[in-house]
């Protein structure tokens, strides 16, 4: 079975960072997108970014470009989100999905099958 754990979530000041983590077990398609969206109390679930699982350029999403960083950590089988000068509009809780083709900058979370279970960001 398809298995995504988030980690790294927390509580942090505005202009601070934090490194998200998803590790994703029973599934090892390269032709993949593995992608991280964000849902804050209230709002709908938004795509934050996305990348290739096997090879190929990230998305991002306008509003985070230039501080959020996305990328593969193939030994750990994990995806990392480098989020850095944060802000409170980006309190919300964090997950990790997948996505069975690759149109990675299709950021409609409806396209995206497999979730995990989130991992909170508050900032204050």
């Known amino acids: 079975d398809v298995q995504l754990v988030e980690s790294g979530g927390g509580s942090v000041q505005a202009g601070g960072s934090l490194r998200l983590s998803c590790t994703a077990t029973g599934f090892d398609h390269k032709d993949n997108c593995i992608g991280w969206f964000r849902q804050a109390p209230g709002k709908e679930r938004e795509g934050v970014a996305s990348?290739?699982?096997?090879?190929?350029?990230?998305y991002y999403v306008d509003s985070v470009k230039g501080r959020f960083t996305i990328s593969r950590d193939r030994a750990e089988n994990m995806i990392l989100l480098q989020a850095n000068s944060l802000n409170a509009e980006a309190t919300a809780m964090y997950y990790c999905a997948i996505r069975t083709d690759l149109h990675c900058g299709n950021f409609t979370a409806t396209r995206f099958g497999f979730w995990g279970q989130g991992t909170q960001v508050t900032v204050s």
């Open positions: 990348i290739p699982i096997g090879r190929g350029a990230p």
